[in-house]
């Protein structure tokens, strides 16, 4: 381990997100355009939970195809132009599921009845999965509610604990979020599930969490640099920086488990209901993780620049050295300093030999006095 | 923080967290798998058209009777707002399912023809719903009618002044069929019901009433030493006048109700059979028998929401295979492992030796939440569901945060030249402040999924809360402590045990 590795692993990082935050809102504007695009153009895959409908599904026993199957709904007059049918292998079973508009009852007996018999097993072992129509809108708003009055509560809370506009940060990466994650769902067409609601609302949560966390960080140092002068930039990126490898291992550590679901789970066991499910936690955490960086501490950052407290120094920021300074010692390198370090090295990413020690520890750390707290 | 409390605080809450689970093994709780994981049938239904609040307690009530009465272990019948799902695990024919809960509960009045004990259930229990044994034994040992259900208007309005002085009236009862197969000689429109509680079969007429004959106005009181039942009729045909023509040819006793009993019926299960004491009701009815208290109150209940049964829509059915159940669960359950054992692996490599607390930790973590969800299982009929499953797999990311939050913290102090045992103190003050505001968060949002929604996001919405409730348990209790006290050792005065150069880099500026 060396160089830029052991920088990272030591969190000695003096990255400027601030100063690309344009390159992630290109990014997200890019993908967020996608999405409404797609939304607009194909809409979403809406399983019969939402908006109704009955499925069948039975083992295959090797005696039906899905062609066959189609022509037992034609035989029953049934509209099979709409019908979803799909094969699913789980483990050793093979099972075959219809999926259909809702049917008048006598007509679901009567299918349910043909495919029993083309299988060779009794009607009753056909399962059956019945949602109302009105049910499934039912379940939509239901959803949906919860959602908006999650937020607004959410927002609340942080407004309350930290600030309005880090609620507002927050609110705009978790919208991202959900909005790319349903992006994801209408480009492939995977359908929406309950179990793909879940996934989503876990998304939320977790992206709502790590953003808590780094903006927990940035009013931490909020407070720290409150006598100093330093611009609100400053404050996003050294907190950016002190919580980059939190964030890393938090999500490496978050996505490990969905990893193994993912591969293990619906790979080798064959659990067909978990795959799509791991399948979208695993880009909702990325997402989430993207976000609480990318966007949340950056639309912060544009908020806070504005403020009165902050706007005389908007547009300044300390890179490289600089901000190594500034995390170290908590003051902002002299103007004149900054020009002639600027003039040197202006991208933190060229691996800049670490700031000799004296220079971050100009002022060695003491412990802090017992009766600041 | 005196050493002390910490080694109290560490030693609880490894006792609570052990003790707990040897406690939920020894008496046999285990968590309880939801439909998914286990297979079986899941309908969902909601009430049509107008309904009361206290109806819909009691159509629940006589659901889970009927459920329980096919014999489907561990049924789960729950109510959430409106909604009342019933899950029954195992059952693989789901249209007996709905048949069985399908029934709306119609309360009928039924002219009882002959009553006979049936012989394959002679031994009788204390009868669970009314007072039906009693009318025969009152006619065999014929004591006074202390003993025997019998039917009045409330202030004798018309017949005898109260019904318990006629126990002669019950006699012919109990000697037109003794013994005999009541099967033999149905006429058209008889219907035979067996009371099996009550170890007793009933030959029936023609429903003369239904349930709507009464208002929804009935209680149970104490009258003359013993509990009864009073119920109102509503006004002209619908209600008194049927209820009367019915009162009428019972207490006549003729061809078409020669016992002059009147079998309540509720889907038809006889809950009591009382004898008619008078040809004519005005306004109400009074039922009188040895009821106990229990037994007065469900009548009274049933009586009046028989009035108004609620009527159930069953929007969604859903089956799930066995086999698929199963499968979901194996697999759920080993990935679930190998991810927490890859993020410990993952942990040791970065953080060294201090990550041991993190695999200590979660073992805590672990039994505590085996142990909530073994006894919520037992009590409060909780059902370990996929997306529960799958709540508890993501809250380990959020679990191991918690520790990623205060390491970090805790490098970067170390780091800074501190010693350990100082940082670690700092580390988890700031650490812990995180903790909570993030966690905070998270229980918004599960209390919100919780109440607003139904089926399995709710499911999802319990176990995050849970989890996140012990996320926070088990960093103030178990990780504050051993990390603060592993700090004070000589071993982990070291950044050496946290990956970092820490110490010594302090030492080469001083």
Known sequence: MSGRWQRLYRGETTINFYGRRNVGFIASGLLLFVTIVSLFAQGLNLGIDFKGGVAFEMSVNGKITVEEARSILEENKVEASGAKIQTLSSGADERIRIQLEVLEPKVEESVREDLATKVGIKAGDVSIEKVSATWGRGITRDAVQALLTFLVLVSLFIAWRFEARMAAGALAAVVHDVLISVGVYSITGLEVTPATVVAFLTILGFSLYDTIVVFDKVDENQKRFANTRVPYADIVNVSMNQTLMRSLNTTVAAVLPVLSLLVLGSGVFGAVALQEFALALLVGMATGAYSSIFIASPVLGLLKERSREYSALRGQVSIGADMAHVMATGTPQSRRARQVDNAASTDASIPTPVPAVEAILSHPPRPRKKSRR | ?510
């Open chain 2, 1 to 510: 923080m005196p050493k002390r409390n910490l080694l109290v605080s560490l030693i609880s809450i490894l006792v609570v967290a052990f003790g707990l689970f040897l406690g939920n093994i020894i008496v046999g709780n285990t968590p309880s798998l939801g439909l998914d994981l286990q297979g079986g049938a899941s309908v969902t239904m909601t009430p049509i058209g107008e309904y009361e609040e206290a109806a819909l307690s009691v159509a629940v009530d006589i659901i889970r009777q009927r459920v329980d009465s096919i014999g489907v272990a561990e049924p789960e019948i729950i109510r959430q707002g409106d909604t009342v799902v019933v899950n029954l695990p195992g059952v693989k024919d789901q249209q007996q399912a709905l048949d069985l809960i399908g029934r709306t509960g119609a309360v009928e009045m039924r002219p009882v023809l002959r009553t006979a004990e049936n012989p394959e259930n002679t031994t009788t229990t204390t009868g669970a719903k009314g007072a039906t044994t009693t009318t025969v034994k009152g006619a065999t040992s014929s004591t006074v009618a202390q003993s025997s259900t019998t039917l009045a208007p409330p202030s004798g309005g018309g017949g005898e002044s109260r019904g318990r002085a006629v126990p002669q009236t019950t006699v012919p009862v109990a000697t037109t069929v003794p013994g005999t197969d009541p099967e033999t000689g149905l006429a058209p429109g008889q219907t035979v019901y067996a009371g099996q509680k009550d170890g007793l079969i009933y030959l029936l007429g023609p429903a003369g009433a239904t349930g709507e004959v009464f208002t929804n106005e009935a209680t149970a009181q104490i009258d003359a030493g013993g509990w009864a039942v009073s119920v109102n009729l509503r006004d002209g045909a619908a209600g008194e006048d049927q209820w009367n023509a019915l009162a009428k040819q019972c207490f006549e006793g003729g061809e078409g109700c020669p016992s002059k009993q009147i079998a309540i019926s509720l889907d038809g299960e006889v809950i009591s059979a009382p004898v008619v004491q008078a040809p004519s009701f005005n306004g109400s009815v009074q039922i009188t028998g040895s009821f106990t208290e229990k037994e007065a109150n469900d009548l009274a209940r049933i009586l009046q929401f028989g009035a108004v049964p609620v009527k159930f829509d069953t929007p969604t059915v859903q089956t799930v295979s066995a086999s698929l159940g199963e499968d979901s669960l194996k697999a759920a359950l080993v990935s679930g492992l190998i991810g927490v054992l890859l993020v410990l692996l993952f942990l040791i490599f970065y953080y060294r030796l201090i990550a041991l607390v993190v695999v200590a930790g979660l073992g805590v973590s672990g039994l505590l939440m085996w142990s909530v969800i073994s006894w919520l299982s037992k009590t409060n009929g909780l059902a370990l569901t996929l997306s529960g499953a799958a709540g508890i797999i993501v809250s380990i990311g959020v679990t191991v945060d918690s520790y990623v939050v205060f390491f970090e913290k805790l490098k970067d102090d170390v780091q800074a030249g501190r010693t350990m045992r100082n940082s670690a103190a700092r580390g988890f003050d700031s650490a812990w402040r995180a903790i909570v505001v993030a966690d905070t968060a998270s229980l918004i949002g599960a209390g919100v999924l919780w109440w607003l929604t139904v089926g399995s996001v709710r499911g999802f919405a319990f176990f995050l809360g849970l989890s996140t409730l012990i996320d926070m348990f088990v960093s103030y209790f178990f990780t504050r402590p051993s990390v603060l006290l592993l700090a004070r050792t000589k071993l982990f005065n070291n950044g050496k045990v946290l990956g970092v150069r820490g110490t010594s880099t302090a030492a080469e500026v001083a």
